[in-house]
T-cell receptor, first 115, second 117 residues
Framework: GAGVSQSPRYKVTKRGQDVALRCDPISGHVSLYWYRQALGQGPEFLTYFNYEAQQDKSGLPNDRFSAERPEGSISTLTIQRTEQRDSAMYRC?????????????FGEGSRLTVL | AQKVTQAQTEISVVEKEDVTLDCVYETRDTTYYLFWYKQPPSGELVFLIRRNSFDEQNEISGRYSWNFQKSTSSFNFTITASQVVDSAVYFCALSGQFSGGYNKLIFGAGTRLAVHP
């Protein structure tokens, strides 16, 4: 597609429910990143993939968070047993190649609200 | 540890004024990258510039200019003759070879710029 696409744009869920956030990167982009942005803060790194391989998941807050990119394109970020503190904007980004550090193209984000 | 500090939380200017957004960073890497991103009211994050630690040349792109000074660990961003469309939150970011890798950006908290007509 023309840009990074994320769905859903808005998600309201009750505490304890699982949520899955989807990211469709720019076609041909090798690297895919997940960031989380709390209100009034800058984005915070969660994890990233090169192709289908998860290269770094050090930013995932705990084991309730997981991400996958099984075919090297679309990625899903899953949060199990959501808690109110998980409420944030979840941003996906992609980049053309592994050597193009930092030139990330961000999607519009998925705003998660946990009640 | 890596850290990016944007001390200015909010700046308000009148159109056509020049404005400088400050960014100070901390890193133990000798090789690192610095970035600026723009987040307009619509919410997306837009890449503006990347600078590597070996290139201290200032850069100008239209009304935008960036001043990288290693001696003061600063990477400031100046908008000349500001316009209402410049109103946004601006983020400075850093990545380093040995501090998580070049692909792991550390963002500052952002500076909200409001340009009034």
């Amino acid at each position: 597609g023309a840009g990074v696409s994320q769905s859903p744009r808005y998600k309201v869920t009750k505490r304890g429910q699982d949520v899955a956030l989807r990211c469709d990167p720019i076609s041909g982009h090798v690297s895919l990143y997940w960031y989380r942005q709390a209100l009034g803060q800058g984005p915070e790194f969660l994890t990233y993939f090169n192709y289908e391989a998860q290269q770094d998941k050090s930013g995932l807050p705990n084991d309730r968070f997981s991400a996958e990119r099984p075919e090297g394109s679309i990625s899903t970020l899953t949060i199990q047993r959501t808690e109110q503190r998980d409420s944030a904007m979840y941003r996906c980004a992609s980049s053309l190649g592994m050597d193009r550090s930092g030139e990330l193209f961000f999607g519009e984000g998925s705003r998660l609200t946990v009640l | 540890a890596q850290k990016v500090t944007q001390a200015q939380t909010e700046i308000s200017v009148v159109e056509k004024e020049d404005v400088t957004l400050d960014c100070v960073y901390e890193t133990r890497d000798t090789t690192y990258y610095l970035f600026w991103y723009k987040q307009p009211p619509s919410g997306e994050l837009v890449f503006l510039i990347r600078r590597n630690s070996f290139d201290e040349q200032n850069e100008i792109s239209g009304r935008y200019s960036w001043n990288f000074q290693k001696s003061t660990s600063s990477f400031n961003f100046t908008i000349t003759a500001s316009q209402v469309v410049d109103s946004a939150v601006y983020f400075c970011a850093l990545s380093g070879q040995f501090s998580g890798g070049y692909n792991k950006l550390i963002f500052g908290a952002g500076t909200r710029l409001a340009v009034h007509p």
